[in-house]
């Protein structure tokens, strides 16, 4: 469904409660990035894809239908083949008692799908328009769950052998072993899992989903498959089949929904077997752009400041799942021109950049991060991106490419931004060259989106705010003010504006509690979510900008509270006070925040 933006602003205008700033905002986004504006009001949270569908039903005079998938009747959905309802984005959802069959699609003014659909059903159909996902889901009703799947496939096994050998044709590419690999990569990616898990227990190997940074069991299969499963998934991946007893790592890539999918392979020996970790990258995907990794105000404009530098180092920290890789493939996505040499040492090489020289670390070859470093500056580089700073050597090394007229960016392992600092004295580096090189540190959490078709709103009470102050450390930092001082901000746009039209009470009341409302995940979810109440990730960030406030401290080695606290004092947002505010815009919630901040 391609909207025409004049369409998308007449709707956005006379149907919700769009400004003309965030318009002539959205305007200028599109002119950068060129997307299309509904995507971007989207994006932004202007309106949720269902609403816009909806305005635009009621626009064009096409009736818009919530699919509902698991209510739609095999019987009625097999009316039109698969094949021809992924080629036309079209799905029967029902029949009424004039032998009418009511159709739902995704671009009802596809007049090429409207003719073939006809066609195909007979001139008695009704045409209504549903969201993307609502048709995915309902395209995906053409197969079972995956536990109906796997047992079609694995009831075809020799039920009489019990042994866990491994024959040839078991391998073969058309065997039960090989469908059942096929079904469970194809339900992880279709469920946006980033990771598949197929662990061995005792009596059973149970399959589970890291989905949305929660891991999920989906599935219990007879134990005797074990070692099938792992030779086809160590073929696929051009591992050793017959090694058990060590480690090993492997790559393949497959197809989905035409969409091109690497998995990144790891076999671990444990107690009960081989273990197979498979990490799912989707490298038919375009990077995500700033806004829509969760940066916006002065977060989003230290960064962009930052990375335009023609020299100096942007350090990214956080655990490991944090999201490094992700926010540094959209860095250099936004970099990568012709007119610049890119090169990066990583391991593992998780996201391919068209443009891009790409090392992988190889400590067996000789490859290491000090190395490989060592390596790319005689390659003549613009841009250099190394996977992590390990050690002492590889941190030297970094900060002397900075100086000497490169932009570096890289990876450490701290709490938060202001201990990546006294990090790299830890490793050696000058006080006096850290202040000089580095130009922002960005310290980032992944947390639960909410569901935007279920989410719900509620008022906190009085022990929920203590609680909520408490934890997020309102009540030190100029209490009540500072409250109404955050929810300003999450009443701002949240595009990377920042304009203060009210002052920090205004509207907001003065009663102990100046949160009006927060939101929550819905107890059962919708269909759109799959009955989870989230759906998908954001980010969450504190991006601390070298000032010269901050440069004095580094060089007198202040210890990284005192770093913070001046950064704070610079308008910086902790990543717990930017989580809050997104929790006020109902993007996440409170305990989500608190979640993936627990340990800092």
């Not at 079209?90 to 009511?102: I, Q």
């Not at 930092?477 to 901000?489: A, D, P, S, T, Y």
């Not at 950064?567 to 006020?584: P, R, V």
């Amino acid at each position: 469904m391609r909207i025409p933006d004049s369409l998308v602003e007449k709707l956005l205008s006379h149907s919700t409660k769009t400004t003309k700033e965030q318009l002539a905002s959205l305007r200028e986004q599109e002119a950068t990035e060129k997307k299309p504006l509904q995507d971007l009001a989207v994006i932004n949270n202007l309106i949720s894809e269902k609403d816009l569908t909806k305005l635009y039903a009621e626009e064009i005079e096409i009736p818009f239908v919530e699919l509902v998938a698991k209510d739609i009747k095999h019987d009625v959905l097999k009316l039109l083949p698969e094949r021809i309802a992924r080629q036309y984005n079209a799905v029967v959802f029902d029949v009424d008692e004039n032998n009418t069959k009511m159709v739902a699609m995704q671009d009802p003014d596809d007049i090429q799908a409207l003719n073939f659909l006809q066609k195909q059903l007979g001139t008695g159909i009704k045409v209504h328009i549903t969201t993307s996902s609502l048709l995915q889901a309902a395209l995906d009703q053409y197969r079972g769950n995956i536990s109906s799947e796997l047992t079609k496939v694995i009831a075809t096994e020799d039920e009489a052998d019990d042994s866990e050998e491994v024959s040839e044709e078991d391998l073969a590419e058309d065997s039960p072993v090989a469908q059942t690999v096929n079904i469970i990569i194809e339900y992880g990616v279709k469920a946006g899992a980033s990771d598949i898990h197929i662990e061995p227990r005792e009596d059973f190997v149970v399959v589970r989903y890291r989905i949305d940074g929660m891991l999920r069991e989906a599935n219990k299969l007879p134990r005797k498959l074990l070692g099938a499963l792992v030779s086809r998934i160590k073929i696929l991946s051009n591992l050793k089949i017959d090694e058990k007893r060590s480690p090993q790592d492997g790559r393949f890539k497959v197809e989905v929904s035409g969409q091109i999918y690497a998995l990144r392979v790891s076999t671990l020996p444990i107690l009960d077997g081989e273990k197979v970790v498979m990490r799912i990258l989707n490298e038919s995907s375009k990077p995500a752009d700033f806004t829509e990794l969760g940066f916006w105000g002065k977060a989003l404009a230290d960064l962009k400041n930052a990375i335009v530098q023609p020299h100096g180092m942007v350090l990214v920290t956080g655990p490991t799942g944090s999201g490094k890789s992700t926010t540094l493939f959209s860095v250099l996505s936004v970099l990568n021109t012709p007119n610049v040499n890119i090169s990066t040492v990583e391991d593992p090489i998780e996201y391919h950049v068209i443009g891009a020289n790409q090392t992988q670390v190889n400590p067996i070859a000789g490859m290491t991060f000090s190395n490989g470093l060592r390596a790319l500056l005689r390659q003549d580089p613009n841009i250099i991106m190394i996977g992590e700073i390990r050690d002492g050597e590889t941190a030297d090394l970094a900060v002397q490419a900075s100086l000497t007229g490169h932009l570096v960016f890289s990876t450490l392992h701290t709490s938060n931004a202001a201990t990546c600092l006294p990090r790299l004295l830890d490793m050696g580096v000058e006080p006096f060259l850290i202040a000089s090189t580095v130009r922002v540190v960005v310290a980032q959490r992944l947390v639960r989106r909410l569901c935007f078709d279920c989410r719900e709103p509620f008022t906190p009470d009085a022990p929920t705010m203590k609680q909520i102050e408490k934890s997020f450390r309102l009540d030190q930092n100029g209490g009540m003010k500072r409250m109404n001082e955050l929810e300003v901000l999450a009443m701002n746009d949240g595009i990377g504006k920042s304009s203060k039209t009210k002052s920090a009470t205004d509207d907001l009341g003065s009663t102990t509690s100046s949160i009006n409302k927060l939101w929550k995940a819905h107890d059962d979810g919708c269909d759109s979510c799959n009955h989870n109440g989230y759906k998908g990730r954001i980010g969450i960030y504190e991006v601390l900008s070298n000032s010269p406030e901050i440069q004095k401290l580094i060089v007198s080695s202040s210890a990284s509270e005192n770093i913070e606290q001046t950064a704070i004092s610079e308008d910086m947002l902790t990543m717990k006070l930017d989580g809050f505010i997104k929790s006020l815009r109902g993007e996440t919630t409170i305990e989500e925040i608190l979640r993936v901040t627990s340990q800092d």
